[in-house]
């Protein structure tokens, strides 16, 4: 089965700082693996995706992640914290069903504070 | 280009009650998948809909329900709520084609408070 393990479930940094939010996942296949964010009282929005093309993985607003097989992660980072980067970010693994459709299987999430 | 949509945005129910819920995908998409997530909690999947038919379940009792219309947008209905279905709901929508690597796009969700 598919599971995913977020590290920390809060992780505060100063502006202008980096940012690391750790991933680990459980997969019996290759799977696709994606980071969402969630700002307070707003839905899911996607920042990046991997899929098994290259396993550093550049998304959105300066977010990359990299895939690393042989320690089964896909931590988050950023080179320098925004204040508006504070919100909820979910690493998500794909998980296949009857008739090979996907759905995702969230972490508990990590909720980012930044400093001024 | 108009993103995945639901309504209501929040409802207060009544325990006992009944609810619907709706939401309209992205232009172009054709799947739609409903997820709970609870306060402090990761998302978790409940159903997912493609041309009309659920395709695959999660882990929730059959007083969770939905459809699809012939125009993709779709409805999760929940009865004989519980003070524990409590939870923002999200819709994603997604276009069946590599069914493994297509990407899920959310709406802004439905808070739903059962008292």
């Known amino acids: 089965a598919q599971s995913v393990t977020q590290l920390d479930s809060h992780v505060s940094v100063s502006e202008g700082t980096p940012v690391l939010l750790r991933c680990n996942y459980s997969s019996s296949y290759s799977p696709s693996l994606f980071w969402y964010v969630q700002h307070p009282n707003k839905g899911l929005q996607l920042l990046l995706k991997y899929t098994s093309a290259a396993t550093l993985v550049k998304g959105i607003n300066g977010f990359e992640a990299e895939f690393k097989k042989s320690e089964t992660s896909f931590h988050l980072t950023k080179p320098s914290a925004h204040m508006s980067d504070a919100a909820e970010y979910f690493c998500v693994v794909t998980s296949l069903g009857v008739g090979g459709y996907n759905k995702l299987i969230f972490g508990a999430g990590t909720r980012l504070a930044v400093h001024p | ?115």
């Open chain 2, 1 to 115: 280009d108009a993103g995945v949509t639901q309504s209501p945005t929040h409802l207060i129910k009544t325990r006992g009650q009944q609810v619907t819920l709706r939401c309209s995908p992205k232009s172009g998409h054709d799947t739609v998948s409903w997820y709970q997530q609870a306060l402090g909690q990761g998302p978790q999947f409940i159903f997912q809909y493609y041309e009309e038919e659920e395709r695959q379940r999660g882990n929730f009792p059959d007083r969770f329900s939905g459809h699809q219309f012939p125009n993709y947008s779709s409805e999760l209905n929940v009865n004989a709520l519980l003070l524990g279905d409590s939870a923002l709901y999200l819709c994603a929508s997604s276009l069946v084609g590599t069914a493994y690597q297509e990407t899920q796009y959310f709406g802004p969700g439905t808070r739903l408070l059962v008292l």
